[in-house]
């Protein structure tokens, strides 16, 4: 048992599971002799060779029509686009190609590939490095998009995703990536895709989020906890498909829900979760349904990046906002 | 003093060729002036003064190369003094020389902590609890709110026990109830009642609170049965006897407005046990029914009840109510009446008694009859004669 950050559980998964099944393999700009821009993949093809953790060119296109072709005819790749802002020219394969081999072979082939991506702003980067646009993939039919929010759920929620058996976008929150440590045993154990998972039970209003954004909100639910206000956090872990049934059950409980994404907010994967409610659990309802969330501006750069990201403030005025009704 | 190192232009570039300085040793800068021309392996680019003040020293000539993060340039700021150090003083430094490890070759500052994250994550699924909360649409909420009524008090009738708005139209507060201190359950976990059980809870309530009740008691002797008579088709028959022989106990008393409706029609709620509780389902028009047509509507009370179909209209606007609960223990009962009814028949168990006859002594089967009527609205005279109606025609041979 080890205690490891974010990061260094991505590169823990990917070394177990590529020392367990030969057919995995890790591709992507600067992840072999660089070991990643991140150190994601640190270690990895001094210790698996260049066959099996390749640099390729600077071609994202190619990196996920290439890892598209290997995973139909048998192999599993984990390719990595450097940041989700480089991410755009994949797109066409991903949702023409990836999302649409089961439908298009009648299930003869499928495409077990996962699509890691450093996503997410606070560190203070260049343009077209904090991009947050997972509700593109979200709203894909035959995509997974997952996105997790500490070392242990990176570690499992990865070794889920490879293991799975259709299209992961796996989305590492770049802003956490080494703010904490957590005890970590490297024993190959998968975690449940598809569920939330509840990070803090409360009674009195439903926070939910992903991401980088977990670290405020539960920030949020300790502060209103010395208020008196009890808050139940859920990190949504799996964002498509999504798991509605965890929320509307924590909403039956305390009537009041915040969503919160630092994504932007127009047709964010907030509202996708509001209108589920709103059509599921209408009757539990006290108040409307709050979203707190990137402005829907483009992503500034670094002295307006925290104006940008929701704050521990903006959080809890909204949760306040739910209980003055 | 400051010293100004190089800094990564971009992605871990190691190093860069100094193009053309566009300032001199002895020139005055000011913040963000153009200071020189350098290029990376990618392209060309300018190099901002990150001070105002004079040049100090050049640490490189033009063609050369300097590594990424050592020093360029010294400005004289004129701050006052400590001694030109090597530490970073640009915010364009990269994180890579900061912290001891490598960290990636990422332009950007990345927040470090070795702060061990304790959490506890409990997977979602199928949890199923009881939430014992009001369900009702917002609209509602607001209209209850608008008109100070407490959802919690509003029976509920809609779909999944849900507060409908003409629940909240139609509902009259109980009279003030005299202020008690509450009760203080001991330290444990109280489970809010939803369902038939809150149900029965306010209807019990608004019963002590309202009406005034009284309770006869009586048997009837059915030793005289021809076999095979099913005992409640028998008492729901009795009871419309009994109707007809004082209809003063069929109907509503409304006590806030003092005004009695009674009805010709006989809707009979027949109380009936079930695991989530207690629950009144209503055969409707038994005056008008044969035994076997009552017999059917029983049995599908109990396919219904096991199944938990049984649907709130179904349960709504009775005239009379039928609790036979002999089948496990009890021989008489004080039965509650439910608002805004008049009365309710209590059966219980059917037991041999002894009884003189002509001067002997028989074991005779008997029913034995707990009748409870509100006083308010409907005489003990009145109510005796109903009972005598019940009485008669449950002691008839068939």
């Known amino acids: ?325 | 003093m400051k010293t100004f190192n190089l800094p990564d232009l971009g992605e871990g570039l190691p190093e860069a060729e100094i193009v053309t300085w566009h300032v001199q040793e002895g020139d005055e800068v000011v913040l963000d002036q153009p200071m020189l021309s350098v290029e990376t392996a990618k392209a060309v680019v300018e190099v901002p003064s990150p001070f105002s003040g004079r040049v100090a020293k050049l640490y490189a000539g033009e063609g050369d190369i300097v590594e990424t993060g050592k020093p360029l340039i010294d400005i004289d700021t004129g701050s006052g003094g400590s001694a030109a150090t090597a530490a970073p003083a640009s915010a364009d430094q990269s994180p890579a020389e900061a912290s001891a490890a490598d960290s990636g070759t990422v332009v950007g500052s990345m927040p470090v902590s070795d702060e061990e994250l304790i959490e506890t994550a409990v997977a979602g699924g199928k949890r199923r609890r009881t939430a014992g909360r009001v369900k009702a649409a917002p609209a509602v909420r607001a209209l209850a709110k608008k008109r100070g009524i407490d959802l919690a008090d509003v029976p509920p009738t809609g779909r999944g026990d849900r507060v409908t708005r003409e629940d909240v139209e139609n509902f009259r507060p109980r009279p003030a109830v005299r202020k008690r201190t509450p009760v203080q359950l001991p330290p444990g976990e109280p489970v809010r009642l939803r369902g038939p059980r809150r149900a029965m809870a306010q209807s019990m309530g608004l019963s002590r609170d309202e009406v005034c009740a009284c309770t006869i008691f009586d048997d009837a002797d059915i030793h005289g049965w021809m076999p095979g008579q099913d005992i409640t088709t028998r008492l729901l028959r009795a009871i419309v006897a009994g109707c007809q022989a004082e209809p003063a106990l069929n109907g509503f008393y409304d006590g806030a407005a003092m005004t009695r409706q009674l009805e010709s029609r006989v809707d009979i709620a027949i109380a009936v046990d079930t695991p989530d509780g207690l629950i009144v389902p209503v055969i409707r028009r038994v005056e008008q029914k044969s035994a076997e047509e009552l017999r059917d509507d029983l049995d599908s009370i109990k396919t219904k009840t096991r199944a938990r179909t049984v649907a709130p209209e179904e349960m709504k606007d009775f005239t009379f109510t039928l609790s036979n609960f002999g089948m496990m223990a009890g021989r008489y009962a004080t039965p509650v009446v439910v608002p805004p009814t008049i009365a309710i028949l209590g059966a219980g168990g059917v037991r041999h008694d002894v009884v003189p006859v002509l001067g002997g002594i028989e074991t005779h089967r008997r029913i034995p009859l707990s009748l409870s009527f509100d006083h308010r609205c409907a005489t003990g005279g009145e109510a005796c004669r109903f009972l005598a109606g019940v009485i008669g025609d449950l002691q008839r041979t068939s």
């Open chain 1, 1 to 325: 048992m080890a205690k490891v950050t974010l990061i260094e559980a991505v590169t823990m998964a990917l070394a177990h599971e590529m020392e367990r099944d030969e057919s995995v393999i890790v591709l992507g700009e600067d992840v072999g002799v660089n070991g990643g821009v991140f150190r994601a993949t640190a270690g990895l093809q001094q210790r698996f060779g260049p066959d099996r953790v390749m640099d390729t060119p600077l071609a994202e296109a190619m990196i996920a029509g290439a890892s598209i072709g290997m995973a139909a005819q048998g192999m599993k790749p984990v390719c990595e686009m450097q940041f989700m802002g480089f991410i755009y020219p994949a797109v066409d394969q991903m949702i023409n190609h990836a999302g649409r081999m089961r439908h298009r072979t009648r299930g003869r082939l499928h495409c077990p590939m996962v699509l890691r991506a450093p996503f997410g702003g606070g560190i203070h980067a260049p343009e077209h490095h904090s991009e947050s646009t997972e509700a593109l993939f979200a709203h894909m039919p035959g995509i997974r998009v997952v996105i997790p929010s500490s070392p242990q759920r990176a570690y499992g929620l990865l070794l889920a995703s490879i293991r799975d058996p259709d299209p992961v976008v796996f989305l590492e929150p770049k802003r956490i990536y080494r703010l904490q440590k957590q005890e970590v045993q490297d024993d190959g154990k998968a975690m449940p895709l598809d569920v939330c998972y509840t990070l803090r039970e409360g009674d009195d209003v439903t926070l939910v989020t992903w991401g980088a954004m977990t670290f405020e909100t539960l920030k949020a639910a300790t502060a209103m906890a010395e208020e008196g206000i009890s808050c139940e956090v859920i990190d949504l872990a799996t964002i498509s498909p999504l798991d509605l049934d965890t929320i509307l059950e924590s909403v039956e409980k305390t009537g009041r829900l915040v969503i919160v994404h630092e994504a932007a907010r127009n047709c964010g994967v907030g509202a996708e979760i509001a209108a589920g409610v709103a059509e599921k659990g209408l009757y539990d309802l006290e108040a409307p349904i709050q979203r707190v969330t990137g402005y829907d501006t483009v992503m500034p750069l670094f002295r307006m990046e925290y104006q940008y990201l929701p704050s521990v403030r903006r959080i809890v005025d909204a949760a306040k906002a739910t209980l003055e009704d």
